[in-house]
């Protein structure tokens, strides 16, 4: 999609903090963090919402939890635990078209988040 960030910052259109890439996810700091760790996952793939996830979505979401458990690790929030979100739809609170999840670390959460 020409017009959305994510995919702009996934062809490197827009200069991000990349902490980890491969050929069909790309994780980077978020710019108004929430935490002191939050990571962006996005697939490169351009999926607008989990309202668009189907069977062959599958293996890229699998691809996507595993990149998040060895960020975690990798980033020494495993331990202490970590917060994996999808927001989805305007309710949802989702401010881009194009799904991706946060990891966020660092601190104790409270429930329920808002």
Not at 19 to 32: G, L
Not at 54 to 64: A, G, Q, V, Y
Not at 89 to 107: A, N, P
């Amino acid at each position: 999609m020409k017009d959305c960030i994510f995919c702009k910052i996934a062809s490197k259109e827009i200069p991000s903090s990349i902490v980890y890439e491969d050929d069909r996810i790309i994780a980077f700091k978020d710019i108004e963090p929430q935490a002191p760790v939050h990571i962006l996952i996005v697939p490169k793939e351009h999926i607008k919402s989990a309202n668009e996830l189907d069977e062959t979505n599958i293996e890229l979401i699998d691809h996507i939890f595993l990149i998040i458990r060895k960020l975690a690790e990798d980033l020494g929030i495993n331990e202490d635990g970590y917060r994996v979100v999808n927001n989805c739809g305007e309710y949802g609170g989702q401010s881009v078209s194009h799904i991706h999840f946060h990891l966020l670390g660092g601190r104790k959460f409270s429930w329920p988040p808002g």
